[in-house]
């Protein structure tokens, strides 16, 4: 595998995730149950970017006076396209959360807890595929082509079912928790065990946090699987493929907060993210023919979308639903 990564890049790189998990997890009342603010969510999300493009300068400087200033730029678009990219499809993932958090009336002070654990699985997760997906390039340089095709697909089909509200109260998950397990009709605070007596035994149950938790959880797979293979397209350096993915996974908890009581105001940022799937596969598909779409202009093309997608949004009436 190719990389810039040296081993002290990689240890500086995982020191600096493990510090900001702790501020999250600890020094922002992490532990606590409560509310998350408006304000404390922006403030947050500010620090989480402010850090992504501190790395991204400091990785520009470092590659600047190491590698040459050609090497430096390429490198620096290539994260900061890929951290843009990962951020905006982790908008899905969101509204997502938005959607699961109500249909299980979930209060906003217990919805913080689920979210520690689905941003430490993300994480996990992404790791491992990222580097399983990056060996596979490696050796098979064909399933490029694959994952554009892929994306392309993924893409029409979002653009397709934008407006589909998926039935969550026959989602199969949901179905085969309740008939395999004991589930309880009521939240037990942010416990997602309890144990009742029945019949004069102990009987495990669990609470309907677990099964948020469950489909949360999911719901990273899934979109793993679609982010993942998209920044594929913008290089497969497993140094800037990781650290532009977990810079952007880390401040998503933050920015659900933030985005929690606009959502239905981006009814028509679905389909600016499906443009951005569907302009990423095609990057794919033309190197097949030995075309190779410059770095920045695939940058300008995501953000172009991105901010077409919002303002259009802002401006136009969604449309009705039957």
Sequence with gaps: ???IGTWWMWAGFFVIVLAMLAVDLFATGGGKSHKVGFREAAGWSAVWVGVSLGFAAALWFYLDGAMGREVANTKALEFLTGYL???????????????????FAIPLELQKRVLIYGVLGAIVLRTVMIFAGVWLITQFHWLLYVFGAFLLITGIKMWWFADAQPDLANNPVIRWIRKHMNVSDELHGERFFITREVAGKAVRYVTPLFLVLVMVELSDVIFAVDSIPAIFAITTDPFIVLTSNIFAILGLRAMYFLLADMADRFTYLKYGLAGVLCFIGVKMLLLIFGIHIP??????????????SVLVSLHVPPKSKS
């Design 85 to 103: 990219i990962e951020k905006s499809l982790a908008v899905d993932n969101v509204f997502v959360w938005l959607m699961l958090f109500s249909f």
């Design 1 to 3: 595998m190719e990389t």
């Design 295 to 308: 770095i920045a202009l695939s940058l300008g093309v995501v953000f172009s979308a991105l901010i077409a």
